[in-house]
């Protein structure tokens, strides 16, 4: 019985496999930042890679999935992205903190699923 | 027209005196922000040089044993013997010393204070309404310099006369201090201005210059992240080197950060505004694919780059920012002189 909730439970956590594409705009900051997030689920554990675009990906780090709470980070070199989102259908939408070794800033991101992939 | 001038002065001293104060002494700090960075971390920010220096792959193993299992995302080599180098990994920044490998520690992310120095100079540690206001204030600091500049012009005060306090002494040191910064200051608020108002100036630059389309990098899939390269950092700094002779390299990224090695130059001996050579390589044959240098750069890149480069004073180096600093400390006290002068007028205030 116990195994079978477990399954149930693991059955109804959303399928995120796939591409998601979205921007985010950090606090202060003149332009949106396009984002293209590349993932790979394996129950509760998320992997992939995330980045502007298709021709600049980083690999995901610590991906986890919570019920509907999805959480990834991704370091790009002096900044590392920690995102931490709710997944709606076909859209991932959260908060985002970007952090140097200087400056920790705050952004909301929406990411939707690319269609027909 | 001297009353109206003298009231826009005025106008400005008021209502932007405390911007122009904060965008002074904040910038004044951020003119020195690579030395004060260091005397804050002194312990991970310096090394003794001596004997031959690690190549990258050797500095990676001394990584790999401190931190078994940890990716690294890139290497910052040390341009100057007497600085660590620095690697990149997803818990923050570690200092080696690349003469002993011995790592000196790390730093992690998070705010600074420096850090919030440069978010109140850029953006009033705030949302959208900061960078509105200061590129406004920054704005205006140029309409009070010229203005000042017009007041000035008929009395040609230089020196303080006045007693100490007396109402004639702030109006001595307000006229001096506005004379001898007078350059500085406005080469400081006009590239400021052109820092708040990129988008519009970019916009000029594109007519006068039209940019040129950059190719798109072709970059390797992103299933290739999951594999070893083949070629090693040292030999995709050798490679790169050889497509820029002089260069040397101040930053290596790893492909799986990425997809492709990313090594920049630069040259040392003349750091020109807007130096960015960046030569990215295919890490399983060592093939270039792509190699951006400065002097590929458009017009508009160049020109925000070097008015950047003369805004923060590091242009000329320590002697341009030294004097960036100073202009920059001086605001305030000008924006202080100014409102005491305009309280005394009004009666607000009493002096001697």
Request: aromatic fraction near 8%.
């Amino acid at each position: 019985m116990a195994l079978f909730l477990l399954c149930a439970v693991a059955a109804m956590a959303a399928d995120l496999a796939g591409k998601w594409s979205g921007s985010f705009k950090a606090e202060g900051a003149d332009h949106d930042i396009p984002q293209l997030v590349i993932l790979k689920q394996h129950g509760s554990t998320l992997s992939g890679s995330a980045g502007p675009d298709a021709s600049e990906q980083y690999p995901l780090e610590n991906g986890r999935v919570d019920g509907n709470n999805v959480s990834f980070q991704v370091t790009t070199g002096e900044w590392k992205f920690s995102y931490n989102l709710t997944v709606e259908k076909d859209s991932l939408s959260g908060n985002l903190k970007l952090e140097s070794t200087a400056q920790v800033r705050n952004a909301k991101v929406t990411l939707t699923r690319v269609k027909g992939q | 027209m001297r009353k109206l001038i003298l009231n826009i002065h005025l106008a400005i001293g008021i209502v932007a005196g405390v911007f122009v104060t904060l965008l002074g002494v904040t910038g004044g700090i951020l003119a020195f922000e690579p030395e004060l960075d260091r005397i804050s971390h002194r312990d991970i920010s310096y090394v003794k040089p001596g004997g031959r220096a690690l190549s990258l792959a050797e500095i990676g193993n001394a990584i790999s044993q401190k931190y078994p299992g940890e990716g690294i995302v890139a290497y910052l080599p040390s341009t100057n013997p007497d600085f660590p180098t620095r690697v990149i990994l997803s818990r923050g920044i570690v200092s080696i010393n690349q003469y002993t490998g011995d790592v000196l520690g790390v730093r992690t992310r998070g705010q600074s204070f420096l850090g919030t120095v440069r978010v109140l100079h850029v953006r009033l540690a705030m949302g959208n309404p900061g960078p509105f206001i200061l590129k406004w204030s920054s704005l205006a600091t140029v309409v009070s310099l010229l203005s000042g500049l017009y007041l000035w012009w008929p009395v040609k005060r230089m020196r303080i006369a006045g007693r100490w306090w007396s109402a004639r002494f702030w109006y001595d040191l307000h006229s001096a201090i506005g004379f001898y910064s007078l350059l500085p200051a406005l080469v400081l608020a006009g590239t400021g201005t052109v820092i708040g108002f990129e988008d519009h100036v970019s916009r000029l630059f594109d007519y006068i210059s039209p940019q040129r389309p950059i190719e798109n990098d072709l970059v390797l899939p992103v299933a290739k992240l999951e594999e070893a390269p083949l070629i090693g950092p040292d030999q995709a700094v050798a490679i790169a080197s050889a497509q820029l002779p002089g260069g040397v390299p101040y930053r290596v990224q790893m492909p799986r950060y990425g997809g492709l090695y990313v090594v920049a130059l630069e040259y040392l001996q003349r750091r020109v505004a807007g130096e960015r050579n960046l030569i990215s390589l295919d890490p399983a044959t060592g093939k270039v694919i792509s190699a951006h240098f400065s002097s590929d750069l458009s017009f508009r890149v160049r020109l925000l780059a070097a008015n950047g480069a003369i805004h923060d004073g590091s242009i000329w180096g320590t002697p341009s920012r030294i004097v960036a600093a100073i202009a920059s400390m001086l605001l305030p006290l000008q924006a202080t002189s100014g409102l005491l002068i305009w309280l005394r007028r009004k009666g607000i205030l009493h002096t001697r």
